[in-house]
């Protein structure tokens, strides 16, 4: 069990650049777990929540596709550190769009990490949170769920059916004890979207991440990052099929 009496967050795709600035937010006087897949490459990462003020940092590894390890992982963070207080689902792959439409083995590998294997750990963790009656958990969902464009259909359609599913688990665990944040940022900069031009409205990781710890801070159900993205997400509901088609991604 925890021997240091701090509270436990879990950060499931350690590696990311929106878990890793969300990390550091969330760490002053806790213990962090980077879970990622291979353990190495991580001391600047590990050097900077220390600083920040973290109790303890661990690395343990993590396959998000490696469905039937999920709950072994999990309980194992339990026995080794306490319950899970705040539970970060960070992972997630863009795939390749031109590919996934000819290669159905990639468009099931995009759908199953970013879908697939949200949804199994999300089960397994609210069962668990349920349990200890407490614990907070965040999913990254996307403006691109919001309303499919054929450019990115593939990853958008993951993201939708991800955020439909944590925004129904968000109102069964109403008055559980355990509170659910989804995430909706637009167009984010960084390693995944390297090489792509930005689109309007985008954010950095850590405008993200600072917009995702107020949120939890204040209890909020759901955010979009930047805020305006919300408002554009809504207008794009009332967009002709005819012109939608042609949307960039």
């Known amino acids: 069990m925890n021997d240091t009496g701090a509270r436990v967050v879990v950060i499931f795709g350690g590696r990311s650049e929106i878990g890793a600035e969300l990390a550091v937010r969330l760490v002053p006087g806790a213990t962090i777990v980077l879970a990622v897949r291979g353990e190495g ?27 039937d390890t999920h709950a072994g992982l999990i309980d194992a963070l339990i026995a080794e550190h306490g319950r899970i207080d705040t539970a970060v689902l960070a992972f997630g792959v863009l795939g390749e769009q031109a590919r996934a439409e000819t290669d159905a083995a990639h468009a099931v590998a995009v759908v199953h990490t970013d879908y697939v294997a949200q949804v199994n750990l ?9 349990a200890a009656r407490a614990g907070q958990i965040v999913v990254f969902s996307s403006v691109a ?33 355990v509170h659910l944040l989804i995430v909706r940022p637009g167009f984010v900069i960084g390693r995944m979207t390297a090489g792509m031009d930005p689109a309007p ?26 805020r305006a993205v919300g408002i554009a997400a809504f207008a794009m509901r009332f967009v002709p099929q005819s012109i939608w088609r042609r949307m960039p991604r």
Not at 55 to 63: K, N, P, S, T
Not at 122 to 130: D, H, I, V, Y
Not at 145 to 168: E, H, I, M, P, Q
């Open 122 to 130: 999300l089960t397994l963790l609210a069962q668990r949170m349920r």
């Open 41 to 67: 490459g991580l001391d600047q990462q590990i050097s900077r929540l220390r600083a920040a003020g973290a109790a303890a940092v661990h690395v343990r590894a993590f396959d998000a596709d490696a469905l």
């Open 201 to 226: 409205l985008s954010s950095t990781p850590a405008q993200v991440a600072a917009a995702t710890a107020r949120a939890l801070a204040k209890g909020k159900r759901a955010v979009w990052v930047p």
């Open 145 to 177: 769920g919001a309303r499919v464009r054929r450019a990115n259909y593939v990853y958008g359609s993951a993201k939708a059916g991800l955020d439909g599913f944590a925004g129904g688990l968000s109102d069964a665990l109403h008055g559980s004890g």
